[in-house]
């Protein structure tokens, strides 16, 4: 596995690789011509399509979690463009049959500590098909800069495209702090990126019944990077009821996708020991203390974790307004070089608000899925390595779950994505098609076999 030193490339949660960097500039010049095809409606609300959420009472329903509060269209694609824009970063199109509509959701939600609050999130929609469609719940990876979250970016919704133009709703939140919502954003706080996954799922509900779509209930799970983790929390809390879920969702099946599942067993030692390149090393961990610090205590002042002259800085580079490639120039070219010997040393063994902080954002794996699960990961990714995938494995089969580990060979971070993704949209088609023939046969079963 080849380890990368100094300033040459950026972390890849973002797909941003310098061939994606290209990719995005051309891409930024024709979306400003697809989306001048956009009718220019009106913004739905949720006056017009009531939130259905939690059971509340009818005084109570605007304020519930999960109420919508505004849906704004943000893009319209012919399946043509979605085809050119997926090929263009290149990815498989094989699985693209409609155009899409996207629209930004806004809706509310709680903060870390359980308060109210409110966050944005893409939904899209196929143009064509059924009017009743499954949702796939895609969660995205590590940004820094909010104005690059899905509901904002067109060139960070792949994700949302390529799954709704094969037939399925699109439900792609934001989390706390990205997007329009509020704040800053809480990274790699598991239990807050599910709550306000939960919770786009039901103002996505709510949203499509207002543009004419019913959705199912039956929901597939993906994500990528961070995401990938935060899709296999998701799934745990909607098949148990977790962290505010109601039943009204059935899990169908997980593929995330180079997700950190095991932040104390495979990520933070590989930021120390080469597995993980130093810049992207760098990148994440500054990012993981700063924001893990505002809920755990890991330090009282920045001194104590980083070197001089990053204790001066590191906090103001992660307030959710600067890009990676503002942030990244600011911080020290290898981990060694950022922190403090001491804290070098609590890396190693962590104790304390570290330890806290890693023991809360573990363990996403543990537990017992009904639904099929599929790992995907890339052999040459020194962003998240595949050790993780391997350790998620292992702790679904301590539950008697099989989950395979789908190598995607010798492709980076960005490389694992790209060849993941169409894959597993081929997966989840699959699996939704031969749920419809069982549904089909038990009800001629259930008829007698009469035509």
């Not at 949702?135 to 940004?143: A, E, F, I, Q, Y």
């Not at 990205?178 to 706080?189: N, R, S």
């Not at 760098?282 to 610090?293: D, E, G, R």
Request: proline share 6%.
């Amino acid at each position: 596995m080849t380890t990368h030193t100094g300033n040459s490339r950026a972390p890849q949660s973002r797909w941003r690789t310098p061939h994606i960097r290209r990719t995005r500039r051309a891409l930024a010049a024709s979306a400003a011509l697809l989306l001048a095809a956009l009718a220019a409606a009106p913004a739905a609300t949720a006056a017009t399509a009531p939130a259905r959420t939690a059971p509340v009472a009818s005084a109570d329903r605007a304020h519930a979690r999960g109420a919508l509060l505004s849906v704004v269209p943000v893009a319209a694609h012919s399946r043509a463009e979605v085809v050119r824009y997926l090929a263009a970063l290149p990815m498989d199109t094989g699985t693209v049959r409609h155009g899409v509509r996207a629209y930004r959701l806004t809706y509310r939600t709680v903060d870390p500590y359980g308060r109210p609050t409110t966050a944005t999130g893409l939904l899209t929609l196929p143009e064509g098909g059924g009017r009743r469609l499954s949702l796939v719940s895609d969660t995205h990876g590590t940004m820094v800069d909010r104005d690059y979250a899905p509901s904002v970016a067109e060139d960070n919704r792949a994700q949302s495209y390529l799954f709704g133009s094969a037939g399925h709703a699109v439900a792609a939140p934001d989390y706390l702090g990205l997007g329009k919502g509020p704040g800053v954003h809480p990274y790699m706080d598991t239990r807050s990126a599910v709550t306000a996954s939960v919770d786009m799922l039901r103002a996505a509900r709510t949203a499509a019944a207002g543009l004419g779509r019913t959705l199912t209930g039956d929901v597939y799970l993906t994500g990528f990077s961070q995401g990938g983790q935060v899709a296999m929390a998701l799934g745990r809390a909607l098949q148990n009821g977790a962290d505010g879920a109601d039943r009204h969702f059935r899990v169908r099946a997980l593929a995330p996708v180079s997700g950190p599942y095991d932040l104390t067993g495979q990520e933070i030692p590989a930021l120390t020991d080469g597995r993980v390149n130093d810049v992207s090393g760098v990148f994440y961990l500054a990012y993981f203390l700063v924001a893990q610090n505002r809920l755990h205590p890991i330090y009282r002042d920045p001194a104590e974790v980083f070197r001089a002259p990053y204790a001066g800085r590191v906090e103001a580079l992660f307030d959710g307004r600067h890009t990676e490639e503002e942030v990244i120039p600011q911080l020290a070219p290898t981990v060694r070089e950022l922190v403090t010997d001491d804290f070098w040393a609590r890396l190693t063994h962590p104790g304390g608000g570290l330890r806290a902080a890693l023991d809360a954002n573990d363990g996403s794996c543990d537990w017992k899925p009904a639904a099929p699960v599929r790992l995907y990961a890339g052999n040459a990714d020194t962003d998240v390595p595949i050790g993780n995938a391997r350790s998620c494995a292992r702790a679904l089969a301590g539950h008697g779950v099989t989950a395979p580990v789908m190598n995607q060979g010798d492709v980076d971070h960005n490389g694992s994505v790209l060849a993941a993704l169409p894959k597993v949209a081929r997966w989840f088609g699959a699996l939704e098609a031969a749920q419809s023939d069982q549904a089909a046969q038990a009800g001629e079963a259930g008829q007698g076999g009469r035509p």
